[in-house]
């Protein structure tokens, strides 16, 4: 497994590589490594002659008020994880490397950067797009490596590589999941011990909205919404940030069941916002 931190160094090997003929598969990630992200690291493995796996908290997705000075970090864990996991490559640069002085350009996703996760973080999409055109444009992969948690995330990326002709294909990997539900996170380190036992309420709620709608796709979306909504205010330690039901496809709000679906939530539990979604489609 071999570290590079800088950017040139990164691209010189990845000309070389592809040069070779080699596949190169990326895995865009801010470390504090959990299942979740080992499971994007073995299918890359699994179906890339060569892994890349990227470690960066970007602070440009970071609002003023946001987390990036107490986000999670365990660099040294991250390699020892990821050195019996056997990735080729590991890219480690700092912020200096990313954003030198002077660093002003940005990608600009649109509205769709601006619904659910984008309305209460005015900004975020952009900053995700920018560091991830820069590091397939660093990492030059065949395909890349997101996991449906995020999956306003995972739909913006497969728009932005269609918008600007990249040429890496977007793979999405399953939600891993605690044994509770809960959807594994780096900022699941935030909760304590009440807010954890309260958390796997997402997940509940999402499974409802599912029963409800594949029990009957006739009703409207808003009374599943309201039937999710409720189940959620049960517990005390929970503040509903949203409850939607998009299409897969554009995030297009859905009045009328159209399958396939994705129901996505963010909730805050305690002073942690938690985000999950489900995508139901018919039996
Ligand atoms: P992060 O380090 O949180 O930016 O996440 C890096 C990648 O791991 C993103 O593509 C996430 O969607 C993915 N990821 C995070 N949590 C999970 C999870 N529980 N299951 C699958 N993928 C995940």
């Known amino acids: ?25 990326i895995v865009p990630t801010m470390g504090a490594f959990h299942e979740g992200h080992l499971s994007l690291i073995r299918s890359s493995k699994n179906e890339n002659d060569i892994t890349v796996v990227t470690i960066f908290v970007n602070p440009i997705q970071f609002g003023p008020s946001e987390d990036f000075s107490k986000y999670p970090r365990d660099i040294e864990g991250d390699l020892s994880k990821l050195s019996s996991l056997g990735p080729d490559i590991v890219f480690l640069p700092d912020d200096k490397e990313m954003y030198p002085n002077g660093f002003a350009a940005a990608v600009n996703i649109g509205s769709i950067g601006g619904i659910l996760c984008g309305a209460a973080r005015p900004g975020h999409f952009n ?13 030059m992969p065949d395909n890349g490596y997101f996991g449906q948690k995020d999956f306003q995330q995972t739909v913006i990326l497969k728009k932005i590589v269609t918008d600007l002709d990249y040429n890496v294909n977007i793979i999405v990997c399953p939600t891993v999941r605690e044994h509770d539900g809960l959807a594994m996170s780096s900022r699941n380190t935030y909760l304590d011990h009440e807010e954890r036992k309260a958390a796997p309420i997402l ?30 205010i049960s517990e005390p ?22 399958f396939p679906v994705a129901i996505c939530i963010a909730v805050k539990i305690g002073k942690t916002r938690l985000i999950d979604n489900i995508i139901v489609d018919r039996k």
Do not use: W
């Not at 503040?239 to 069941?257: A, G, M, P, R, W």
């Open 1 to 25: 497994m071999q570290i590079i931190r800088t950017i040139k160094d990164m691209q010189v090997l990845s000309r070389k590589l592809r040069a070779g003929h080699k596949t190169i598969g």
């Open 127 to 139: 900053g995700v797009a920018t560091v991830v055109v820069k590091l397939f444009n660093i990492v």
């Open 237 to 258: 330690l929970a503040n509903i940030d949203y409850i939607e039901i998009v299409s897969v496809t554009h995030l297009d709000k859905v009045v009328k069941i159209d």
């Open 203 to 232: 997940y509940k709620a999402l499974k409802l909205g599912e029963e409800f709608i594949l029990s009957n796709s006739e009703v409207d979306a808003s009374y599943i919404k309201e039937q999710i909504k409720k189940y959620i």
